[in-house]
């Protein structure tokens, strides 16, 4: 098993920036891929970016530019800094891991949830 905690969501400013932090503890060693959904209230939960364990990245095209995705191997930990916050972006962010690969299919591990309200 592996478990996934989210921190650094808040409130912001538009335009502003947040970095949103992912922990991940437990049975590591065959993960392979991490990455960040969000879902905004009464809409469907969306890939926002994710990241492989040798680097590779992915983004969603709103936010390509303004996120970026990074993954520290050694402290299991994944990242999601965010600049230029627009009021769009509100939503609960969540922390995903999955053996293969973030986007083809529903991730095997999910954290909480962080929210993010960005104001206008």
């Known amino acids: 098993q592996v478990q996934l905690v989210e921190s650094g969501g808040g409130l912001v400013q538009a335009g502003g920036s947040l970095r949103l932090s992912c922990a991940a503890s437990g049975s590591l060693f065959s993960i392979n891929a991490m990455g960040w959904y969000r879902q905004a209230p009464g809409k469907q939960r969306e890939l926002v970016a994710s990241?492989?364990?040798?680097?590779?990245?992915n983004y969603a095209d709103s936010v390509k530019g303004r996120f970026t995705i990074s993954r520290d191997n050694a402290k299991n930990t994944a990242y999601l800094q965010m600049h230029s916050l627009k009021p769009e972006d509100t939503a609960v962010y969540y922390c995903?891991?999955?053996?293969?690969?973030?986007?083809?299919?529903?991730?095997?591990?999910w954290g909480q949830g962080t929210q993010v309200t960005v104001s206008s």
């Open positions: 995903a891991a999955d053996h293969s690969t973030i986007g083809a299919g529903f991730p095997d591990y």
């Open positions: 990241i492989t364990s040798g680097g590779s990245t």
